[in-house]
């Protein structure tokens, strides 16, 4: 069966082969409703595995044969942490991988488990889906098994968190009328300030999901950032393309907007005209913006008078 597929250019991660640990079917704990595979039943376990050293003997002539590759992504049709032997195929994968990153990509379901801290703390960069911080809500938008509770999830992150060496991402997937609202922006706002993560990425459904549910707008998105800490590096993971939604800002708007909220190159690129990159060019010239890497990614912020 084939375990390995890529590689694939990630603007997040670099040039990223992928290790899918359930290529046979889906094996998910979660149903959301803007998943993109097929609908299979929940479950809390995978019944269908693939031996280590089967996994291992797909990644290592992987790894031979594109040698330029950034990172080695763990991921699922299903969840990735279901996979039993998670903790012994990280620590093949370490011995294996030489200078290569390691990322899983998770939907956050186990991680106040110990046995998947101490095997997700092996890796470089863990991304956590978090789509909702209230229960209401959670339950309506990603429909999990009912073994799995939200205040557990978020007490696990809390504990990952304060053991981790490597970069917590946090995943936000917007859906138009189910998690998008302030209250629940606000649920989502307090309980990230705590966690303190590397990295907020926030998105929309891009591609047609399982069930009728609506992607919000690129400024949308936009407006909901704004609605974050300036402390979190939040990251709009959608481009906008359209010219005619795109602002005008002066460099003092620049200025404003880079103190409440640190911006990526892509954010940029996506919401100033010509003319704001611009006036962004000369402020950068002049000294008043600076940068710092968080999560991988470079954000832009006012320098401090
Ligand atoms: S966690 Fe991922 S794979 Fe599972 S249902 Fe949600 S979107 Fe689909």
């Known amino acids: 069966m084939n375990i390995i597929f890529g590689p694939v250019n990630s603007r997040r991660f670099g040039k990223s082969l992928g290790v899918d640990l359930s290529p046979g079917k889906k094996q998910c704990n979660f149903d959301c409703l803007y998943c993109e595979l097929k609908s299979a039943k929940v479950v809390n376990n995978q019944t269908e595995i ?16 594109h040698k330029d590759i950034d990172v080695l992504t763990l991921t699922a049709n299903g969840e990735p942490t279901l996979y039993p032997h998670l ?47 209230s229960n209401e809500c959670f339950k309506k938008l990603d429909r999990a098994d009912k073994s799995v509770d939200l205040n557990q999830i978020k007490k696990g992150m809390i504990a990952f968190k304060n053991r981790y060496r490597g970069d917590l991402i946090i995943e936000i997937l917007f859906v138009k009328g189910i998690n998008d609202s302030k209250k629940e922006i606000e649920h989502l706002n307090s309980f990230l300030k705590e966690l303190k993560p590397a990295r907020v990425d926030i998105g929309t459904i891009d591609r047609p999901p399982a069930f009728d549910v609506k992607p919000l707008s690129y400024s949308e998105l936009y407006k909901i950032s704004l609605l974050f800490d300036a402390s979190l590096n939040v990251s709009i993971a959608a481009k906008n393309t359209k010219e005619s939604a795109k602002f ?20 940029i690129n996506s919401l100033f005209d010509s003319n704001s ?9 002049e000294g008043k913006i600076c940068s710092k890497i968080s999560g991988n990614i470079e954000f832009f912020t006012a320098k401090s008078d």
Not at 92 to 100: A, M
Not at 256 to 266: C, F, N, Q, S
């Open 50 to 65: 693939i031996e280590v050293k089967e996994i291992v003997s797909q990644i290592e002539p992987a790894l031979n044969e």
């Open 87 to 133: 903790n012994e195929l990280i620590d093949k994968i370490n011995q294996i991988k030489g200078s290569v990153k390691t990322l899983i990509l998770s939907n956050g379901s186990t991680i106040a488990k110990p046995k998947i801290q101490e095997a997700l703390a092996k890796l470089d960069s863990v991304k956590l889906s978090l789509d909702c911080a």
């Open 248 to 267: 005008s800002y002066s460099k003092e708007q620049i200025l404003e907007t880079l103190k409440r909220r640190p911006l990526t190159k892509d954010d």
């Open 277 to 285: 990159l611009n006036n962004f060019k000369q402020l950068k010239t």
